[in-house]
């Protein structure tokens, strides 16, 4: 079993910046890919990027790609999502998710572990 605990999350101005942080519970480097998905109020989860378990394959939504950067420290077993230029569609819970799989998803059925999700709202 693996826990995840997501913080950072907050109110920002369009335009600024947030980082999201999830925190597991075991080592990072046993748990091969992880992501962050967005669900907004009245919509369905939805992608918003993925890492390997090196890093070194990365993939994000179209709605993101270019503003936000996904991470992770397996030193420090921490995922990140830094979110530039925000907007305010990008209003949403995020949450963190892992697989062990060492391909990158973008499906959510196909991850098993989940956090509780950090609010992130942007005014516009």
């Known amino acids: 079993q693996v826990q995840l605990a997501e913080s950072g999350g907050g109110l920002v101005q369009a335009g600024g910046s947030l980082r999201l942080s999830c925190a597991a519970s075991?080592?990072?480097?046993?748990?091969?890919?992880m992501g962050w998905f967005r669900q907004a109020p009245g919509k369905e989860r939805e992608f918003v990027a993925t890492?390997?378990?090196?890093?070194?394959?990365?993939n994000y939504a179209d709605s993101v790609k270019g503003r936000f950067t996904i991470s992770r420290d397996n030193a420090k077993n921490t995922l990140y999502l830094q979110m530039n230029t925000l907007k305010p569609e990008d209003t949403a819970v995020y949450y963190c998710?892992?697989?062990?799989?060492?391909?990158?998803?973008?499906?959510?059925?196909?991850?098993?572990?989940w956090g509780q999700g950090t609010q992130v709202t942007v005014s516009s």
């Open positions: 890492i390997s378990w090196s890093g070194g394959s990365t």
């Open positions: 075991r080592a990072t480097s046993s748990i091969w890919t």
């Open positions: 998710a892992a697989r062990s799989n060492w391909s990158t998803s973008s499906k959510a059925n196909e991850y098993s572990y």
